[in-house]
């Protein structure tokens, strides 16, 4: 079981030696609630334990909105994807471990409850998903960051970066890994949610294939294991899986909302995802 939430030490001090200042790239120490460096640039700490470290505008467009991370925390609570973070939790290592899009950090929760000796930074674009991600563990600390910005993280300094339906950032993964680190992503099969193929768009339907031409100049494959099961999903689910997505945004489209609406019965459908594992090139 995961932790419960942590009021007092929302950024771990081993997460704070790892961060670096997003404007000057000193590393930075924690004051009462402010993140500082030497050049006093400083963040402030959220009520809710988490750290915006980008000064520049939150692009638009890119961040799930309150209702989709709802729609996610809930369907991810129910056990739902379980088989996939036990998937992720077997890549788990002692040291830091940085969730590249973390959404409410249940993934990385999940990873570090595998590793005594690992704690976790959650950076994601959402500050909405990070209020969750801040208490998912006791020893993860949450960032807000634009993962196609150079991070905010020192060079060398994780074990394990996990990437799980985010963006892939692949410079930034090789120069923040360690050298004998991995890169652990997840991305959805072609089968996944097929039986719901008419109510969700399939802007996911990545091939992990496609995802190691984006990263093979900096990394190359070293395992790959495929996680499909069949789960029967309530109608509060399936309006969850739909809610969480991008499909959220074209309910209008097409009558789907009312399909969705008209979906009274459990649903079995397909959950198939790949995990990749990725070594840098040294
Ligand atoms: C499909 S969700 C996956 C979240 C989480 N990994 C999970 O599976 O529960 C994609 C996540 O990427 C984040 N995201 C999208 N664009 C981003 C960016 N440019 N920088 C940081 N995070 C971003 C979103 O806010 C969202 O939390
Ligand atoms: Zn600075």
Known sequence: MTP??????????????SLRCSVCGAPVGLVDRTLSCEN???FDLARQGYVNLLHARIPS????????VA??????????????????????????????????????ARVLDAAPGAYGLALDVSAIALRRAARAHE??????????????VASDSAEVILNVFSPRNGPEFRRVLAPGGKLV??????????????????????????????????FTVAGRTEVTRTVELSPEQVRQVVGMGPSA??????????????????????????????RPVL
């Open 249 to 278: 945004h074209h309910l209008h489209r097409d009558g789907r909302q009312e399909r969705l609406d008209a979906i009274t019965e459990p649903v079995d459908v397909t959950t198939s995802f790949t995990v990749s594992v990725y």
């Open 61 to 68: 467009g890119t961040a799930d909105t309150a209702a989709m």
């Open 139 to 152: 020893r993860a600390g949450a960032a807000v960051w634009n993962l196609w910005e150079p991070w905010p």
């Open 4 to 17: 419960a939430a942590h009021d007092n030490d929302p950024l771990p001090p081993k997460v704070i030696a």
């Open 185 to 218: 992503v997840a991305t959805p099969n072609p089968a996944h949610l097929i039986e719901l193929a008419d109510l969700v768009v399939s802007v996911d339907d990545r091939k992990a294939e496609r995802v190691d031409a984006t990263l093979g100049e900096h």
């Open 40 to 42: 006093r640039h400083s």
């Open 71 to 108: 729609a996610r925390a809930d369907l991810l609570g129910s056990g739902v994807y379980d088989p996939l973070a036990d998937e992720l939790a077997t890549h788990a290592e002692d040291g830091l471990i940085i969730d590249a899009g973390a959404g409410t950090g249940y993934y990385l």
